[in-house]
């Protein structure tokens, strides 16, 4: 047990933690101050995973940009009636997708698991640095970080065009 | 310095699971989309798993598409949640069941 090994079950819990308190809050604040510390734990074990870029990525775009977004959006049309749910009574019909949902996504990871079993991975300090994750980027996947210009382009005019108030215009 | 590729998995599995269950029992809209975000996170997780398991960069990669698609779609969903509030005076997703404008 390494100080690398700790770290990674701490952030693990600290993330599994956060999220199930962020999901059964009813006051939507506090749910997305709660997943900002989930994904501040996912940026640390995106970093130790060996993915340094992404964990800056995630600080940045996750719980810099859209919980930020979230936050605006929440605070600025000042929901007075929020629904409120309530979680004593279960509903199979509700809960039901989810579980199937969970099901099928533990049943392919035990597939993948016990199908090639024994790998106990040796996290690098850095196994993809930002220079070669930018080469790969845009050698290999050049046509994707165009489409994916064009959907951040075509998600702006969307929201632009949703957000419009049209009875002042 | 070990840690087991089953222990990421299980990680990245608890997530999915909690962001579906929000996704799917909570009625107000913006825990749905949160429910949503957290599915994607723990796509991400799952997809660096992957590229330190096989020692490939392609999941990182995916990774990095993963987000961008995150963005976008949140920044589409939140402006419809806006839409909707001005329509119906709540975000409550059982109110929003006509399509007549």
């Not at chain 1, 859209?66 to 605070?75: A, E, S, Y």
Request: glycine share 8%; with cysteine.
């Amino acid at each position: 047990m390494t100080i690398l090994n700790l770290i990674f079950y701490v952030s693990a819990a600290v993330v599994l933690c956060a999220t199930a308190l962020a999901i059964t809050r009813q006051n939507v604040v506090h749910a997305v101050c709660y997943l900002v510390i989930s994904f501040m734990g996912t940026a640390v074990i995106f970093y130790i995973l060996g993915a340094p870029l992404l964990a800056a990525l995630e600080v940045i775009i996750y719980a810099g940009g859209i919980m930020v977004l979230f936050l605006f959006v929440i605070m600025m049309i000042k929901d007075q009636q929020s629904p409120m749910d309530d979680f004593s009574s279960i509903r199979i019909k509700k809960w039901l997708p989810a579980v199937i949902l969970a099901g099928v996504s533990a049943i392919m990871a035990g597939v993948l698991v016990f199908a090639d079993p024994g790998n106990r991975l040796r996290p690098p300090a850095v196994m993809g640095t930002p220079q070669e994750f930018g080469r790969m980027l845009f050698q290999d996947y050049w046509f994707p970080v165009e489409i994916a210009s064009l959907l951040l382009l075509a998600a702006l005019i969307g929201a632009l065009y949703l957000g419009h108030r049209k009875d002042i215009s | 310095m070990t840690i087991p590729f089953s222990h990421m998995l299980f990680i990245a599995i608890l997530l999915f699971g909690m962001g579906a269950a929000c996704a799917m029992t909570r009625k107000n809209l913006f825990m749905i989309l949160i429910g949503v975000e957290i599915m994607l996170n723990a796509a991400g997780i799952g997809f660096v798993a992957a590229s330190m398991r096989w020692m490939d960069m392609n999941g990182q990669v995916m990774t990095l598409f993963v987000m961008t698609v995150a963005a976008a779609e949140v920044a589409v969903a939140l402006a419809l949640i806006v839409c909707i509030r001005r329509r119906t005076g709540s975000t409550n997703a059982d109110r929003f069941n006509l399509l007549k404008g």
